[in-house]
């Protein structure tokens, strides 16, 4: 009777270090994304810091009305608002008549047109002092600012007041 010898398993060097090499790809492109994802949002928070002192008519501010209301029972708790008119040190506003879950909803809703809307705004107008903007900017009531240029941000249009 022959007994057959037992079989090992052999190790494949290039499938592993082509194993590692994907992996290391993943992870150069997962570190990346998240790079340019950080440098993007530092780069709007910075804007935002310096439009806050210095608004204009069709700037659109996003607001977290949770702050605004004191309240933390509110589900939809994000809100644009516009400026229309800026006299002397006041800021005049008009809010949209749409409430968003998540601040991201907000910018999706800019991107698919809903600005260009007649009635996405309230005709309801609301007055801010400009010392006031800067402490709301602070405790996050106010939590993006946006300049559209020629009439577009987020590559669609915004309809002017």
Known sequence: MTVAAPTQARKMPFSITLNKLVLFTCLFMAAYFGYVE???HTAAQTRASVLVLDPKINDLYFLNVQQLNNSSELKNKYQLAKVV???????????GRIYYQWQ???VNSIEHGDLSNE????????????NKLQTMR???TIYLIERPIQGRLYGNFVRRY
């Open 38 to 40: 950080y440098a993007s």
């Open 85 to 95: 008119r800026v006299t002397g040190n006041n800021v005049v506003f008009v809010h």
């Open 104 to 106: 991201h909803a907000v």
């Open 119 to 130: 009635d996405y705004f309230a005709d309801k107008l609301y007055t801010i002092p400009i």
């Open 138 to 140: 602070n405790n996050g």
